[in-house]
């Protein structure tokens, strides 16, 4: 190959990601279809997703609201439904991220299209996910009696970060799995687990001082907190948004990195 | 203009034992063997061998080859979808292949519906191919069935379907592989006059068949491949297998 390797690779990477960006209407639609799949012939359609995270909100509220979420019942249903949401969000698409490559392997030995187009299929389609289950959450709001905040709007951009952070982890993931098939059950175990260690249906005060390095050091933690605080009316916990932006700034790279490395071996591994 | 060139075009398979698909095998083979073992030890299958090719417009190729020749693979390298290990794959000129018939179909929504999705997967715009979606379902003349879910279609119905789809836009390099031979007589007259209606001069053809009659119809030259190798350059009649030349 002309010039150096490394910076053809990287330039490669680069256009991938630039020639997928440009093409929303190619994953847009992709991950349009996938949801309309998924839901095909059921009556309720995709707010299964909805009515489903209802019915978990309704159920953790009755039982936990006491010993876990310091007994108001009304502020513990908002926050568990957020926390709920965006952990969907998180485990959806580092599992399926694991997997990425591996199941869109027909379409890349026979089509040929940007890697990249993969990635954001699937967090597009996470992202419509997320908003169907979202609509719950102003009415658990109003309901809690949360005075929305002048910080409410932070919420925001806390969520793009995590969706971008969840966009280069689902392409690090994707390719890593596709070459070593341990990755998709690794990250599956992980991320059960991460979820009884991270503040969703519990909250971070109850771990007192001793073990608070339990958030401090979870970056997941850190994406929950930046968006779920504002949306409460409070302050997110002073390490959150640096931890947070660390993490993405770091999987960006990795990502990007892993993809200048693999791409053109993938179509062999897939 | 379109343009084809590969030069010394070698494409190779890993093959890769289950140890070291996994994690743990792959760590204790870094760590121990790899750097004995060099690279010649891992197992790698040539796919393709110096391959050198140019087409240029109006060129129409035949692939022939027996099964396993690399047909499929030489078509998939000049797509871009296999990067060769050594050698230089140049393309100009707006492509479409179809390696498969049906990818990117929803086998619960219609073929109507299932028109644009198609057209993404050859790159096409769902805004580029709207206006043609009355002449494509005309062309495929799969009457109320355009309306039924593409899981009730037989092979044929896609074949008509993936077809009409890849060139409803003129495409100036046009990669097919074996499926179009799938289709009934009626099909592949049609899908002939409909080929011939845009590669006249101002685009490339490469089909990859066992039909001899397939091939001396469509094709104005040939290669023959035999084990990833370019075995001969000719006339489609002359390098088809005797039984086809006769026939």
């Known amino acids: 190959m002309a010039g150096s390797g490394a910076l053809a690779a990287l330039r490669g990477a680069g256009q991938d990601v630039a020639?997928?960006?440009?093409?929303?209407?190619?994953?847009?639609?992709?991950?349009?279809?996938?949801?309309?799949?998924?839901?095909?012939g059921s009556w309720l359609g995709p707010l299964w997703i909805t009515a489903n995270l209802a019915l978990i909100v309704a159920c953790l509220t009755f039982v936990f609201a006491g010993p876990l979420g310091g007994g108001d019942a009304h502020s513990y249903a908002a926050y568990v439904a957020i926390g709920l949401v965006l952990w969907q969000l998180i485990q959806a698409s580092l599992n399926e991220g694991a997997q990425l490559f591996i199941a869109a392997a027909e379409t890349i030995r026979n089509a040929p299209m940007p890697l990249t187009v993969h990635a954001l299929r699937l967090i597009w389609r996470n992202a419509l996910v997320l908003l169907h289950a979202a609509v719950l959450i102003p009415p658990l709001l109003l309901f809690s009696g949360v005075a929305p905040s002048a910080t409410a709007w932070t919420a925001l951009p806390a969520l793009l970060l995590l969706l971008g952070f969840l966009f280069a982890a689902s392409l690090l993931l994707g390719l890593l799995g596709a070459r070593f098939r341990d990755v998709a059950p690794i990250v599956a175990n992980l991320t059960q687990l991460l979820f009884f260690v991270t503040p969703i249906f519990w909250l971070p005060e109850a771990l007192g001082h001793g073990r608070a390095w339990l958030t401090a050091l979870n970056p997941f933690f850190a994406f929950v907190d930046i968006v779920r605080a504002p949306l409460l009316g409070e302050a997110p916990m002073a390490g959150s948004w640096p931890m947070a932006l660390a993490a993405a700034v770091l999987a960006g790279l990795a990502g990007f990195a892993a993809l200048a490395g693999a791409r053109r071996r993938l179509p062999y591994w897939v | 203009m379109a343009r084809i060139s590969l030069a010394g075009v070698c494409v190779e398979f890993p093959v890769y034992h289950a140890s070291a698909r996994s994690l743990g095998g792959f760590a204790v083979e870094t760590a121990l063997g790899r750097r004995l073992r060099k690279d010649g030890r891992r197992a790698r299958v040539a796919a393709l061998g110096d391959v050198d090719l140019e087409l240029a417009d109006g060129d129409r190729l035949a692939l022939i080859g027996a099964n396993g020749a690399g047909k499929t693979t030489l078509l998939r390298t000049i797509a871009g979808i296999y990067a060769p290990i050594r050698g230089r794959v140049e393309r100009s000129g707006r492509l479409t292949s179809v390696i498969t018939p049906g990818i990117g179909l929803n086998p619960d929504r219609s073929g109507l519906a299932n028109i644009p999705l198609l057209?993404?997967?050859?790159?096409?715009?769902?805004?580029?191919?709207?206006?043609?979606v009355d002449e494509i379902v005309a062309w495929t003349e799969l009457g109320a069935f355009i309306d039924a879910p593409v899981r009730t279609y037989s092979a044929g119905m896609i074949t008509r379907l993936t077809f009409a789809?890849?060139?409803?836009?003129?495409?100036?390099?046009?990669?097919?592989?074996?499926?179009?031979?799938?289709?009934?007589?009626?099909?592949?007259?049609?899908?002939?006059?409909r080929m011939a209606s845009f590669v006249g001069v101002s685009s490339i053809l490469v089909l990859a068949s066992h039909s001899g009659e397939l091939l001396r119809g469509?094709?104005?030259r040939a290669v023959r491949l035999e084990g990833g190798r370019i075995a001969a350059r000719g006339p489609v009649a002359e390098l088809l297998p005797p039984a086809f030349a006769s026939a």
């Open chain 2, 119 to 132: 057209a993404m997967h050859l790159g096409i715009p769902p805004a580029e191919i709207r206006p043609h």
């Open chain 1, 19 to 40: 020639a997928a960006l440009a093409r929303p209407w190619l994953w847009g639609a992709l991950g349009w279809n996938d949801l309309r799949q998924r839901h095909a």
């Open chain 2, 165 to 193: 789809v890849s060139t409803a836009v003129a495409p100036e390099i046009l990669l097919l592989d074996e499926w179009l031979g799938i289709g009934d007589a009626g099909f592949q007259l049609k899908a002939y006059q």
């Open chain 2, 218 to 220: 469509w094709c104005d």
